[in-house]
């Protein structure tokens, strides 16, 4: 009988607690950090940080966008701010594109330093490309085919409302709109819910199954889906109990990130007055080099932050990684063979039924 998704919680504990701390290991720990946060592990714990949304420039009354960009920018040709913007933006994408690309490789290389109790980042880098590079592929398309959906279940509605004429006026079809609107919502949130467990089932079963074999997603999705009729109980619990545990280290993650960010913003805050009245006095004024100091200063600023924060979700990292596969071993061979390797001299037991694929040359 394979281990349940709540006994896997105690194994997942005892492995961070051997890997992290028996012994604590400083160039491991700060390793594990810089792979989790690429490999987005802190997620799964909860470890999004939101930023307050209320910031606004001041604008005087009457004043349009002109007239702020003026204020704001007044030596700075108009022309050569929107070619700034565009350049920005089409950086902006490259840069997600790559760190996409780099996000799908370190999440193999995550799963290596658990399996192995060992972070090794440039021999990792190395083997794993090719994995990574299909689960980036997959990322890609998942994202466009998601992207797709949303259009559809926001675009139908909403042509079927104005083919009807309820936009035209719409205080007269008050009650219509309320409905469709509540029923678009609800759609959304169940898409949106749905898309989220396929991308963590793949994260965790579908991940090991291309790195121990050499596999597609596709191939390992078509593997995992009977394993998953066969146990519907199992694995509904072990997404339960990884919500659960989640919100819980979310909680931890989230208020140490806060007090993290209030101690973090106060240096950070007093660099950029220091800077602006240094500029003013220097006679500085905002051009294409000032915008673009600015912007890779604050990027630089975000980035030592985030890895701050990660190197303190260090177990957080760690545990979710650890109670995937240890919920996984029982029901994957290979997995578990890897995890618990039979002695040397010792073949291990045939599984009835049991075809091992070969990994490729």
Not at 150 to 173: C, D, K
Not at 219 to 234: F, I
Not at 298 to 306: E, N, R, S, T
């Amino acid at each position: 009988m394979p281990i349940s998704a709540v006994d896997t919680i105690n194994l997942a504990f005892q492995h961070t607690k051997r890997q992290l701390f028996q012994p604590f290991r400083f160039w491991q720990w700060t390793r594990l950090a810089i792979v989790g946060l690429l490999a987005g592990e802190m997620g799964s714990g909860g470890g999004n940080i939101n930023f307050p949304s209320g910031f606004n420039f001041p604008q005087k009354a009457g004043g349009g966008s002109q007239h702020l960009l003026a204020q704001n920018f007044p030596h700075l040709d108009p022309a050569i701010l929107g070619g700034l913007i565009a350049v920005l933006a089409i950086t902006g994408l490259v840069f997600i594109i790559v760190l996409m690309y780099i996000s799908s490789v370190m999440r193999f290389i995550l799963f290596d330093s658990i399996l192995a109790k060992e972070c090794r980042i440039r021999a990792g880098w190395s083997r794993r490309q090719g994995p990574g590079w299909r689960y980036f592929l997959w990322h890609l398309g998942f994202m466009f085919v998601s992207l797709a959906c949303m259009a559809v279940l926001v675009g139908v509605p909403a042509l079927i409302a104005f083919a009807r004429g309820w936009f035209s006026a719409p205080r007269q079809h008050l009650a219509p709109l309320i409905v469709l609107g509540i029923f678009v919502f609800l759609l959304v949130v169940i898409f949106g819910i749905a898309a989220a467990i396929v991308q963590v089932l793949t994260k965790d079963f579908v991940v090991p199954q291309m790195a121990l074999e050499g596999i597609g997603p596709i191939e390992g999705w078509r593997r995992l889906w009977p394993m998953m009729q066969g146990e519907a109980g199992g694995y509904a619990v072990y997404i339960g109990m990884k919500i659960v545990l989640a919100i819980g280290a979310g909680i931890v993650v989230g208020i140490t990130s806060l007090i993290l960010a209030l101690i973090f913003a106060v240096p950070v805050i007093g660099v950029i007055v220091a800077a602006v009245f240094a500029g003013k006095a220097a006679g500085v004024t905002w051009n294409v080099f000032t915008i673009t100091a600015a912007i890779v200063a604050g990027c630089i600023a975000f980035f030592v932050f985030f890895y701050i924060i990660a190197l303190i979700a260090v177990p957080v990292i760690v545990f979710f990684p650890a109670y995937s596969i240890y919920f996984f071993a029982p029901r994957y061979r290979p997995l578990s063979l890897a995890l618990y390797p039979p002695p040397p001299g010792t073949l291990p037991p045939i599984e009835p039924g049991w075809t091992p694929t070969p990994q490729p040359a």
